[in-house]
């Protein structure tokens, strides 16, 4: 199927496939939504379209559009998120095409990269309605509140949008927004993402501001893409043609910003790089209100834009697993064939989702020597915003990540405290986690809860692990199956 074209496509879509409820009832952003957003979400409800919001007559607003993995692999047509990353990785693992038809069909696997390159349009439908700066935009945008000691309203699914002119590059990053009157706002953006780098970028030349884009609903491709920690400088707008199967149109702002042409409501402005204000608190996915508040630039608006019946999107946070679990283990699978091209060694990888993604990692791998998990720890501490990561525990390739009874049992047996655990102090760290000393600085923990090579336990061989003996197994089969029906309360699972 075509990619769908925009968040009300999505919407559709989740109708027909059953998946959408529509709300009549009066409700606030105030509160009252994301409240209602989070119970949803923790008894693994559907999406949400409240069609009758207190105070914004004309605006719907929609939630919790990613209630599970399953339906935004189907959203996406693909049978597993893995296959995204494969579409980038595939071409480089490809063997060299030494005769004529390998040769074809390599020149086919490239040319399917050039389409999805975003190209440029000269329309978009959010253009129906504008609101200029002086008629105070901001107040006319169902903006939520998220918790009751929230410092204020945010924006909690803006897509912020900034480019690096040198280097020809979009960025797309959701760094949550926090409302200060009808024209401004802060924006959220941690040290280690993107829109900060233009930021200090900017700093650097000199520059007093930088011009901006925050999108509020898309399709959920270019959505998951905001999200997805792509390694600069690959260009987000590319990316979400690579997530889409198909490039996305772009519509330039009159502040030179290339926005997605199908965005439900577009805020242009400029980032002021010397204007720093308090942001927060805010109730996060850590569960936690942030503290300390932190001080992050002030976005002055320009013009809002917005379609005609507008629709608002927003997610929350709180204690996990919530949305933003769903969308973390979206990113887990499609970016594992990725650590797979750079670690071929890791079998498996489990971001559990109540370990926050910064907080825990657990990986599987195919054990070769010596100090090897040790290896993982650093190599994934040294990718990306894996780097982030606080705690990770390396297991055998014997041991599934998601199957945590296993894990425990490879963590209380395998491990020789003394030995397996790596402390390293001093390290960057994700910006809210609250265990934090100072805001993004912290320590790592690693935990090799593999089993030991001799030369890793003084010479001892690791003892055998005990096995059924499968002719033994062959003859109890029928004593098994007679257990197995025999009707009783008890549930059995032999
Ligand atoms: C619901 C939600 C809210 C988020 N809020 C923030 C935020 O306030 N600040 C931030 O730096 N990252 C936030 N993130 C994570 C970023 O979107 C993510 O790290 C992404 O990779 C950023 O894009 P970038 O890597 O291109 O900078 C949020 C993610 C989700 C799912």
Same mark, same amino acid.
């Given at each position: 199927m075509d990619p769908l074209k925009d968040l009300r496509g999505y919407l559709e879509w989740l109708e027909d496939n059953g998946i959408l409820v529509r709300i009549k009832q009066p409700v606030s952003p105030i509160l009252e939504i994301p409240a209602i957003l989070r119970k949803v979400m923790y008894s693994k409800g559907p999406s949400l379209l409240f069609e009758n919001v207190k105070g914004f007559e004309n605006w719907k607003i929609a939630g919790n559009l990613f209630p599970n993995l399953k339906t935004l692999a189907n959203a996406l047509s693909v049978q597993k998120m893995e296959e995204i990353g494969e579409r980038l990785v595939e071409p480089l693992n490809a063997p060299l095409p030494l005769e004529f038809f390998d040769k074809v069909k390599s020149i086919r696997e490239i040319s399917k990269i050039s389409s999805y390159i975003p190209k440029k349009t000269s329309k978009a439908n959010f253009t129906e309605n504008v609101i200029e700066k002086d008629n105070n935009p901001l107040d006319k945008i169902p903006f939520f509140k998220t918790w009751p000691k929230d410092g204020g309203k945010y924006g909690t699914f803006p897509m912020v949008i900034t480019m690096d002119k040198e280097k020809n590059v979009i960025n797309m990053g959701v760094y949550r927004f926090m409302v200060l009157d009808g024209k401004k706002g802060v924006i959220h953006w941690q040290i280690h993402k993107r829109g900060s780098m233009m930021h200090k970028k900017a700093l650097e030349k000199g520059e007093d501001k930088i011009p901006v884009a925050i999108i509020i609903g898309s399709d959920p491709g270019t959505m998951l893409t905001s999200v997805s920690p792509v390694p600069y400088p690959l260009d987000k707008a590319l990316f979400a043609g690579i997530i889409r199967n198909k490039g996305i149109e772009l519509y330039e702002l009159d502040n030179g910003i290339l926005v997605p042409s199908n965005a439900e409501v577009v805020l242009e402005g400029y980032v002021k790089t010397k204007e720093l204000v308090e942001e927060g608190p805010f109730g996060d996915h850590w569960g936690y209100y942030d503290k300390p508040v932190e001080k992050y630039p002030v976005f002055e608006v320009d013009k809002v834009y917005f379609r005609d019946n507008p629709i608002y999107y927003g997610s929350v946070t709180g204690?996990?697993? +919530?949305e933003d679990a769903i969308l973390g283990k979206a990113i887990e699978r499609m970016f594992k064939p990725i650590i797979n091209f750079l670690l071929p060694e890791v079998v498996e990888i489990n971001y559990p989702p109540e370990g926050v993604f910064q907080g825990m990692l657990i990986v599987s791998i195919k054990k070769m020597y010596p100090g090897h998990a040790k290896k993982v720890m650093n190599a994934l501490w040294g990718?990306?915003? %894996? %780097? +982030?990561?606080?705690i990770i525990i390396v297991v055998d390739s014997d041991i599934d990540p998601n199957d945590i009874g296993k894990v425990i049992w490879a963590v209380s047996s395998n491990v020789n405290p003394e030995k397996d655990v790596l402390i390293i102090p001093n390290s960057h760290s994700d910006a809210l986690d609250p265990s934090n000393e100072y805001p993004s600085f912290g320590s790592k923990l690693g935990i090799d809860a593999t089993k030991k090579l001799p030369e890793e336990n003084n010479g001892k061989i690791w003892p055998e692990i005990v096995e059924e003996d499968p002719n033994v197994l062959k003859s109890i089969e029928n004593v098994i199956n007679e257990i197995m029906n025999f009707k009783s309360n008890f549930k059995i699972n032999l």
């Open positions: 204690i996990p697993p +919530l990718l990306g915003q %894996s %780097s +982030l990561t606080k």
